[in-house]
C-alpha cells in the first residue's frame, strides 16, 4: 500500500511542471480544422467564428425565449386594445341612440373614457357629438353573383368590371367601396352559397324520372389523370320540367358506382320517393342483368321503375353500325375519308350542289311530305336541320341553303358521318379531279346516303314520342326488312333486336295512348292485356302492333290509375283516368337530351373553381340563372 502511495504521489509531482503543454496538445488533437485555414479562408467574418470555435465558450442557452415573449407580449396588448375599441363603439353607440342630450356630469365622464381611449388607440372622439360607424357598401348582389357565374367570369376580371362600373358612376358615397380580389372572391362564394341551398330548399320533388349520363373530363385538382363525371337530373312529369340534382365525381364507371351516386343525389334532394322511371344510354354498364346500374337502383329503391331507354342513343348505334357495313371498321378517332374531304373543301370549284332534273334518290311522295314538314319545324339542333336540308337536295326539293363548312369529324361526332357523305355526294359533279374518290368510296358513300334518305331520316326524326315508339319501331323493322341491301337489312334487324326495349309488354303499353293507333288495334292490345311485368327485351321482333303484348305492371309502376281500360276505347277521352294516365305517358321522356346538356354544363364549368362544394352551388346558380332568363329579352335584361 506505501509502495503503490510513493508510486502515485511521484507519478503526480513528475507530471506538474507539463501541464500546460499537455492542454495545449488536447487542443490541438480536437482541433478539425485545416492546418492552413487562414490562408484558405479569405472571408473575415468566417475566420472570426473559427477563432471562437476553438476558443472555450462564452455564453449559454437560457430556458426562456426572450424575443418571442416579447412577441406574445405585444400580440395580447394589440388583442386588448382591439377589444377595447370595439366595446367602446358598440357601447357610444348604444348611448347615442338612447339619449340625444348629454349633461355636463355625463360629458365629463365621457370626456375622462375619450382621453383614456385616445391614449390606447390614437383617435380622437368628441363627446357632444354622434360618433357615426363607416361601413363599406356592399356592390355584389345575388343577382349580379349570378350573371358573373353564369358568363363564367373570373375573380380577377369581375373585379375590375366592378371597380370601372363604381369609378364610372361618379357616386361620391360609393369612392369607399372599391373591392378587393379577396372581397369579390369571398363575396361571390357566399353569395352562391346562399342561392344555391335556397334552390335546393325551395325544390318540389314531384313524380319524376331520373336522368344520368357519363363523361371523362380532366381533373382540375392536380391530377394528370382524366375524372368519370356523373351528371343527375330528373324530369317531371307534371310539367315535364328538368332539374340538376348535381354532377357526382366517380371513382370508375362501372354500374355499382354509377347506380350508388344517382341514389345519393336523389336521397339528397328528398326525390328518390317519386322517381317512376329511369333514362339511360344502353350501354353494358347501365343495362347489364345483375351490376348494372338500373338493376342496382330498382333494388335500392326496392320496386320496379319503368326502363326509358334513350331512343337517340339507339339509333346512334344503328347508324355507326351501318357506316361500319359500308365503309368498313377503323380503330382511329377520326375518319380518315373525312378528313381529306374537309381538307379540300376550299380547294373546290363550287360549294353549291347543282340542281339536276332527276333527283340522285328517287323517293317517295310520303318521303318528300315528311322532309317538308319537318324543315318547317324548329329543332333543339343546327345539326337536325342541315341533315333535312342536304336530304331535301338529295331527293330533288327545292332547298335555299347553302351547304356549310365540315366541321367535327370525331368518331364520336356520330351525325357527321351522315352529314359528311351527303355533302360528298352532292358536290361530287363538277369536283371528281379535286376529290379524288375511288370506285370503293363513291359507291360506299352512295349506299350509305340511300339508307340515311330512305329509312333513317324518318326514325330519327320520329323518335322523341314516348307514346309512338312502339309503333314507330315496328315500322323501322318494316322498312329494314323490305331494304334492297341484304347486308344493311341484317345489320339494321340485329339492332333492333338488341334494343327492343319499348317492344317489351310494359312498355308497349305507351302505345294505347298513340294517336298512330286505330281504336280497334287499341282494342285487341288491352284484349290481351297481361299482368306480369315481362322482360326488358323480346327476342322475337314483332309484324305489326297487334303481335304487341301489354302490361298492367305499368299503370302500378307510374301509380296511375287503370280503371278507363273496362270501358271501350271510344269513351276512354273524357274519363279522368284516362285523362291522369294520358298527361303522365306523354312527359315521360325517351331521351337522354337532358343528361347530355349536363355534360356540356360541367365541361363548361369544370374549370372554374377547384373546391367542389363550391363547383356543385356553381352549377345549381348557372342552372337556374339560364332558366331565368333563358331568352335575354328586353323584358327579361330590366329584371337581370
Not at 369609378?167 to 378587393?180: F, K, R, T
Not at 321482333?541 to 305492371?553: E, G, K, M, W
Not at 271510344?570 to 298527361?583: C, D, K, N, R
Request: aromatic content about 8%; some cysteine; overall charge neutral.
Amino acid at each position: 500500500m506505501l509502495l503503490c502511495s510513493l508510486v502515485k504521489l511521484f507519478s503526480v509531482t513528475a507530471v506538474l511542471p507539463f501541464v500546460g503543454e499537455i492542454k495545449m496538445y488536447i487542443y490541438n488533437l480536437f482541433d478539425i480544422s485545416h492546418a492552413a485555414s487562414d490562408q484558405l479562408i479569405h472571408i473575415e467574418e468566417d475566420k472570426e467564428f473559427l477563432k471562437l470555435q476553438q476558443q472555450s465558450r462564452i455564453g449559454v442557452i437560457g430556458s426562456v425565449d426572450k424575443k418571442r415573449t416579447d412577441r406574445e407580449r405585444r400580440a395580447i396588448e394589440r388583442k386588448l386594445k382591439t377589444e377595447r375599441r370595439v366595446q367602446f363603439d358598440r357601447d357610444r353607440a348604444a348611448e347615442n341612440e338612447v339619449t340625444t342630450n348629454i349633461s355636463d356630469s355625463s360629458g365629463e365622464d365621457k370626456e375622462t373614457e375619450s382621453d383614456e381611449y385616445e391614449s390606447s388607440t390614437d383617435k380622437t372622439f368628441t363627446a357632444s357629438a354622434p360618433t357615426t360607424i363607416k361601413r363599406q357598401k356592399t356592390v355584389l348582389s345575388t343577382k349580379l353573383a349570378a350573371t358573373l357565374d353564369r358568363t363564367n367570369t373570373s375573380v380577377r376580371n369581375s373585379t375590375m368590371i366592378l371597380a370601372s362600373v363604381i369609378n364610372e358612376a361618379g357616386d361620391s358615397s360609393l369612392s369607399h367601396s372599391l373591392p378587393s380580389k379577396s372581397t369579390v372572391h369571398r363575396h361571390r362564394q357566399s353569395l352562391r352559397k346562399e342561392a344555391a341551398e335556397n334552390i335546393k330548399q325551395c325544390y318540389e320533388a314531384t313524380k319524376s324520372v331520373v336522368h344520368w349520363d357519363g363523361k371523362l373530363i380532366p381533373d382540375v385538382t392536380g391530377s394528370a389523370y382524366l375524372i368519370d363525371r356523373l351528371p343527375v337530373l330528373v324530369t317531371s312529369t307534371v310539367d315535364g320540367d328538368s332539374k340538376l340534382l348535381g354532377v357526382s365525381a366517380l371513382l370508375s364507371g362501372t354500374g355499382r358506382d354509377t347506380a350508388a351516386a344517382v341514389h345519393q343525389q336523389l336521397e339528397s334532394w328528398h326525390c328518390d320517393p317519386f322517381i317512376i322511371g329511369l333514362c339511360f344510354d344502353t350501354t353494358a354498364s347501365n343495362t347489364g342483368r345483375h351490376s348494372g346500374a338500373c338493376q342496382l337502383l330498382e333494388n335500392a329503391l326496392n320496386r320496379n321503375l319503368l326502363w326509358l331507354a334513350c331512343r337517340h342513343h339507339m339509333h346512334e348505334i344503328l347508324l355507326s353500325d351501318v357506316f361500319t357495313v359500308c365503309f368498313g371498321p377503323s380503330s382511329g378517332p377520326e375518319v380518315i375519308f373525312f378528313k381529306r374531304f374537309r381538307d379540300k373543301w376550299d380547294s373546290l370549284l363550287s360549294h353549291q350542289p347543282k340542281l339536276d332534273t332527276t333527283p340522285l334518290i328517287s323517293a317517295s311522295d310520303s318521303l318528300k311530305s315528311f322532309i317538308n314538314d319537318k324543315l318547317t319545324q324548329k329543332h333543339p339542333r343546327d345539326d337536325y336541320l342541315e341533315l333535312l336540308q342536304l336530304a331535301g337536295y338529295m331527293v330533288g326539293l327545292k332547298i335555299e341553303a347553302t351547304v356549310r363548312r365540315p366541321g367535327a369529324i370525331h368518331r364520336a361526332r356520330w351525325m357527321a358521318k351522315a352529314l359528311y357523305t351527303l355533302k360528298i355526294e352532292l358536290l361530287y359533279e363538277g369536283n371528281e379531279k379535286i376529290l379524288q374518290l375511288t370506285g370503293r368510296q363513291l359507291q360506299a358513300t352512295q349506299r350509305f346516303n340511300r339508307f340515311v334518305v330512305e329509312v333513317y331520316i324518318q326514325a330519327w326524326f320520329s323518335c322523341r314520342a314516348t307514346v309512338d315508339a312502339p309503333s314507330n319501331d315496328i315500322q323501322l323493322i318494316n322498312r329494314l326488312k323490305d331494304y334492297s341491301d341484304e347486308a344493311i337489312s341484317k345489320t339494321g334487324l340485329k339492332m333492333m333486336a338488341r334494343h327492343s326495349w319499348y317492344l317489351s309488354p310494359e312498355m308497349a303499353t305507351v302505345a294505347i295512348f298513340s294517336s298512330l293507333l286505330s281504336n280497334s288495334d287499341k282494342q285487341k292490345l288491352v284484349d290481351n292485356i297481361i299482368s306480369e311485368r315481362g322482360p326488358h327485351l323480346i327476342t322475337d321482333l314483332p309484324h305489326s302492333v297487334a303481335d304487341l303484348h301489354v302490361s298492367r305492371t305499368f299503370f302500378e309502376t307510374t301509380a296511375c290509375e287503370d280503371s278507363f281500360l273496362s270501358a271501350p276505347v271510344e269513351e276512354w277521352p273524357g274519363m279522368q283516368s284516362f285523362e291522369q294516365a294520358l298527361s303522365t305517358v306523354t312527359k315521360l321522356p325517351c331521351v337522354n337530351d337532358c343528361a347530355e346538356r349536363g355534360v356540356a354544363l360541367i365541361e363548361k364549368f369544370n374549370t372554374t373553381t377547384k373546391d367542389e362544394t363550391q363547383k356543385q352551388y356553381l352549377l345549381q346558380v348557372v342552372e337556374q340563372h339560364r332558366k331565368t332568363f333563358c331568352k335575354l329579352t328586353s323584358h327579361e335584361l330590366a329584371n337581370i
